[in-house]
Antibody
Framework: QVQLQESGPGLVKPSQTLSFTCTVSGGSISSGGYFWSWIRQHPGKGLEWIGYIHYSGGADYNPSLKSRVTISVDTSKNQFSLKLRSVTAADTAVYYC?????????WGQGTLVSVSS | EIVLTQSPGTLSLSPGERATLSCRASQSVSSSYLAWYQQKPGQAPRLLIYGASSRATGIPDRFSGSGSGTDFTLTISRLEPEDFAVYYCQQFGSSQLTFGGGTKVEIK
């Protein structure tokens, strides 16, 4: 059974960089041709796709966030990561990692990040 | 960007009743790339339906999806107590992925 676990800070100051790592267990991040994604959910709101990456390194991003986002993968650690630069209060959300690029069948439990000074 | 509009915003029903949820796209969506998710408070979304009509692993057959083009439907044939939740549709096309705003199915 594939499991995903996000790790990262719960609080980030405005203008700083938000960094998250997702650790995949129960399977190799580089097998099966899967893509690995980040999705966020603002408090009490709907879901927003951030971007995805393939284990080979190919990535694609939501155009609305593309200028501030980098997703990377570390196959040796079975992890993929998210960096979101120049954060503001509008980036306060629950951040999820998930398996897939156009349908998401496994999700992490989600981590709330607050952007505040 | 393809905008997905879900209706109604809230559906008030009793256990045992049938639930019909709508997802309308601002332009045509490939059925292969239309999915539905269920989300309960404090939990991550759970994949229910992919490819517009295929049930994900372990999803009961009371959940069914249908539709094509710009109009898609999720039907729950007989609501069980554990089905009261928020449901989201999601599409992928032209390297852009969007979710609908959600429909909350609440106990009447």
């Amino acid at each position: 059974q594939v499991q995903l676990q996000e790790s990262g800070p719960g609080l980030v100051k405005p203008s700083q960089t938000l960094s998250f790592t997702c650790t995949v267990s129960g399977g190799s991040i580089s097998s099966g041709g899967y893509f690995w994604s980040w999705i966020r959910q603002h408090p009490g709101k709907g879901l927003e796709w951030i971007g995805y990456i393939h284990y080979s390194g190919g990535a694609d991003y939501n155009p609305s966030l593309k200028s501030r986002v980098t997703i990377s993968v570390d196959t040796s650690k079975n992890q993929f990561s998210l960096k979101l630069r120049s954060v503001t209060a509008a980036d306060t959300a629950v951040y999820y990692c998930a398996r897939g690029n156009y349908v998401f069948d496994y999700w992490g439990q989600g981590t709330l990040v607050s952007v505040s000074s | 960007e393809i905008v997905l509009t879900q209706s109604p915003g809230t559906l008030s029903l009793s256990p045992g009743e049938r639930a019909t949820l709508s997802c309308r796209a601002s332009q045509s969506v490939s059925s292969s790339y239309l999915a539905w998710y269920q989300q309960k408070p404090g939990q991550a979304p759970r994949l229910l339906i992919y490819g517009a009509s295929s049930r994900a692993t372990g999803i009961p057959d009371r959940f069914s999806g249908s539709g094509s083009g710009t109009d898609f439907t999720l039907t729950i044939s007989r609501l069980e107590p554990e089905d009261f939740a928020v449901y989201y549709c999601q599409q992928f096309g032209s390297s852009q992925l969007t979710f609908g705003g959600g429909t909350k199915v609440e106990i009447k």
